[in-house]
């Protein structure tokens, strides 16, 4: 089994801070691209980023210069930080990973997601 189990959501007043971070567990051989995506309420859900296992990154153009995505190889685990943060942000977030197990092909699994409210 494998599991991404994220962490790090909550209410922050409009211009704050939050880092959230998305841990895999599980037989795990390999980990490829990882990312972020979240979820408004009443709002289809939005890619936020991603980074491959070389470290390259992508952002979406509303988080540009105001989110960080960066990733822990040694602790299977993707971060996000977010800072600047603006009313719009406040969603459910949640985190990917194409993971390979030791007895299949690479599959995208995907964490239960985070609330992140911003709000004063």
């Known amino acids: 089994q494998v599991q991404l189990v994220e962490s790090g959501g909550g209410l922050v007043q409009p211009g704050g801070s939050l880092r959230l971070s998305c841990a895999a567990s599980g037989s795990i051989f390999s980990i490829g691209d990882m990312g972020w995506s979240r979820q408004a309420p009443g709002k289809q859900r939005e890619w936020v980023a991603a980074?491959?296992?070389?470290?390259?990154?992508n952002y979406a153009d509303s988080v540009k210069g105001r989110f960080t995505i960066s990733r822990d190889n040694a602790k299977n685990t993707v971060y996000l930080q977010m800072n600047s943060l603006k009313p719009e942000d406040t969603a459910v977030f949640y985190c990917?990973?194409?993971?390979?197990?030791?007895?299949?092909?690479?599959?995208?699994?995907w964490g239960q997601g985070t609330q992140v409210t911003v709000s004063s």
């Open positions: 980074i491959t296992s070389g470290d390259s990154t």
């Open positions: 990917n990973a194409d993971i390979r197990r030791y007895n299949g092909p690479a599959l995208r699994y």
